[in-house]
């Protein structure tokens, strides 16, 4: 899975590099070394604008865990971080925005854990990793808007944006550290991700990519990560690793 990751990357600077063509610039993120579960996330997707009929291209923020359309309330969105790419377009909390709502989330690379054994008087603990290829990863995500019915409907808070990362298997590196990773989206298949015409499931399949194809950059990083109110570029620092997985 993907539990937490990393966006550094100023929202001035995706708007240019991913072709964005609205955007609110009162919604800009600040950086984050630590983004968490239920955090807002800077998102690219595309909507038809009511008034024009035409397609815009959105940087929009949405809150990290998917709440279906149909959900009774918003309890189970930390649940719903992640969706396995291989099944959700068949899932019921998942197949609908595979249809039509795709997005990408641009990171910088994300933390995953492995399980360090008790020794030399140390206590067991959870060895954070930091797995990247180098470059603005664009993590596939998928969206939905949630209607809170005990709120009226032209009240701004009535209505609740939220998205999950597309994950698969890992493989080389990224495998020795966990089973799973996000899938990308590179920058020249982009626009047919984002598409909300294109509903087309064996394609949409096709445009999804294993980063670095599962070759990812892995490094050890500080245990401070393992807090998720820590934040800061000190969360990025070398560390020792004491499983030797670092390459």
């Known amino acids: 899975m993907c539990g937490r990751f990393v966006s550094t990357t100023p929202s001035a600077e995706l708007v240019p590099l991913l072709g964005v063509t609205s955007w609110e ?28 009929g035409e397609v815009e291209r959105q940087l929009r923020l949405l809150r ?49 854990w492995r399980p360090v054994p008790a020794a030399d008087g140390r206590k067991a603990y959870k060895q954070p990793y930091f797995l990247a290829t180098g470059e603005v990863m664009l993590m596939a995500g998928l969206y939905e808007f949630w209607r809170d019915a005990s709120v009226p409907e032209d009240d701004p808070a009535a209505w609740l944006a939220t998205a999950t990362i597309l994950t698969t298997d890992a493989t080389d590196r990224a495998g020795r550290v966990h089973d799973r990773m996000p899938m990308l989206v590179t920058r020249a298949e982009l626009a047919d991700w984002l598409d ?48 030797g997985l670092t390459g």
């Open 196 to 243: 909300p015409a294109n509903t087309d499931r064996a394609d949409l399949h096709g445009l999804l990519h294993r980063p670095a194809d599962g070759d990812l950059l892995v490094r050890a990083v500080p245990t401070a990560v393992n807090r998720v109110s820590a934040n800061g570029p000190e969360l990025l620092a070398d560390a020792p690793d004491p499983l």
């Open 25 to 52: 610039p009162t919604e800009a993120l600040a950086p984050s070394w630590n983004v968490a579960p239920t955090d807002p996330v800077s998102a690219v997707l595309e909507r038809v604008d009511a008034e024009t």
């Open 64 to 112: 990290w865990g998917l709440v279906p359309s149909w959900a009774k309330d918003r309890s189970g969105a930390a649940r719903l971080i992640n969706a396995r790419s291989e099944t959700a377009d068949q899932k019921p909390s998942f197949r609908r925005a595979f249809a039509k709502r795709r997005c990408v989330i641009p990171a910088d690379g994300y933390y995953e």
